[in-house]
């Protein structure tokens, strides 16, 4: 009999996958789904990105390329950091990886040794848990919830930092909330760092661009941690690239050679022609996308004003990506028919069968209270979606 390891027998899948699975299923059944559960722009590539894409295969962009990516796209990044975050890193500190989330393993598989501890604030992306068990590492989870906005201070930080500690990862903006980060609420973050040269921090910035409310604002900006960063971004939701698998680090150098190294054992370099039309998007003024942040914008507004009539829902309203995450707790211990609402898990299953809508438990996220909500789509699905878990919501008693 075939013995698997014991690391994958301990990994969860991730829910937004399973999730999304479960629903094309339904959806070859032929029911009827609206799937609000993967964090995927509904809009296409811009077309300038897909013309360098069709010239680089014309220029035999096909075969291996550099671990780290290609000189051209390092020098873009610094380029983007430096005019969109005031970041200054040279190409030496630059890994380009295949998706945002295997930057982030090569950062935690360089860093972390079994019975280190990670700080992780939760609500969390899903892969962070999974990723950190793989190394060996051990989860410190600081909880938030919406009454803070789903943000931690540095305060709150300051208390779980041990000898132990080697690392502290989170997003903003945030998925799963949407919640973005202050320049105020970085600064107390890194004033507790500066006082802890021993710990690295993950600022995960994938959705920097998908912001309704105020500048960007980076942790690596302050001087005193700087040397204690790695800011990850990508291509994959500002310009809708999710297919092109392209991601990447600023970092100290020791790092961007640790995570090079990681790589070079694992993949190599990312893909070619993604990596030459990545090149055009980084160069990419970003008020380009303000008609995409619009759209993004007038959804959460649709989907916001919607969740605040449904009777039981509590929902605040996030500044960031395009994701809601409600508090559903006021559901706990109803029922009807065959089913009764135990947790967040049930509430999503329960939204899925009866009225063919998908979204993710809160969960999968660190945060039982709550279910995820991608307004990723059009807005008259979103509508619909909002009347159907309506209906389905005020049938539980």
């Not at 609500?123 to 793989?134: A, C, L, M, N, R």
Request: proline share 4%; with cysteine.
């Amino acid at each position: 009999m075939i013995q698997l390891s014991d690391r994958l027998l301990a990994m969860e899948e991730s829910a937004t996958i399973a999730m999304s699975r479960k629903s094309r299923e339904l959806k070859s059944e032929g029911k009827d789904v609206i799937s609000l559960s993967l964090g995927e722009p509904d809009f296409h590539t811009p077309n300038f990105i897909k013309e360098e894409a069709k010239q680089a295969m014309d220029d035999n962009y096909t075969t291996y390329t550099p671990v780290p990516g290609y000189q051209e796209l390092r020098e873009a990044i610094c380029e983007k950091f430096q005019r969109d975050n005031e970041l200054h890193y040279t190409p030496d500190q630059i890994v380009v990886s295949t998706g945002a989330k295997q930057s982030i393993a090569n950062v935690v598989m360089s860093l972390v040794n079994p019975g280190d501890e990670v700080i992780i604030p939760a609500p969390y992306w899903v892969s962070y848990i999974e990723i950190v068990k793989v190394a060996g590492g051990i989860p410190i989870i600081v909880n938030a919830d919406i009454n803070s906005d789903f943000k931690v201070s540095g305060e709150e930080l300051a208390p779980h930092i041990s000898v132990r500690t080697k690392l502290i990862m989170f997003s903003t903006p945030c998925n799963p909330t949407g919640s973005v980060y202050s320049r105020g609420e970085l600064k107390s973050i890194a004033d507790v760092l500066s006082k802890n040269k021993h710990v690295v921090a993950l600022s995960d910035e994938i959705y920097e661009h998908i912001n309704f409310k105020s500048k960007h604002e980076s942790l690596a900006q302050f001087e005193e941690i700087y040397d204690q960063v790695v800011t990850v971004n990508g291509v994959s939701k500002a310009w809708a690239m999710t297919g092109w698998r392209i991601g990447y680090i600023g970092a100290p150098k020791t790092i961007a050679a640790a995570c090079s190294k990681v790589q070079g054992q694992f993949t190599s370099g990312a893909n070619a022609i993604a990596q030459r039309a990545a090149i055009v998007a980084m160069k990419k003024d970003p008020s380009f996308l303000s008609d995409m942040l619009n759209a993004f914008k007038s959804r959460r507004a649709l989907v916001l004003d919607e969740l605040k009539k449904i009777e039981g829902v509590k929902v605040n309203e996030p500044e960031g990506a395009f994701y809601f995450f409600p508090d559903i707790t006021s559901f706990f211990g109803k029922s009807v028919d065959d089913y009764t609402i135990n947790n967040a898990t049930d509430l999503s299953m329960y939204l899925l069968e009866t009225c063919q809508v998908a979204v993710v438990t809160g969960e999968a996220f660190g945060d039982p209270h709550c279910v995820r909500i991608s307004y990723a789509t059009d807005e008259k699905t979103l509508k619909e979606a909002m009347q159907r878990m309506d209906n389905a919501l005020q049938k539980l008693r």
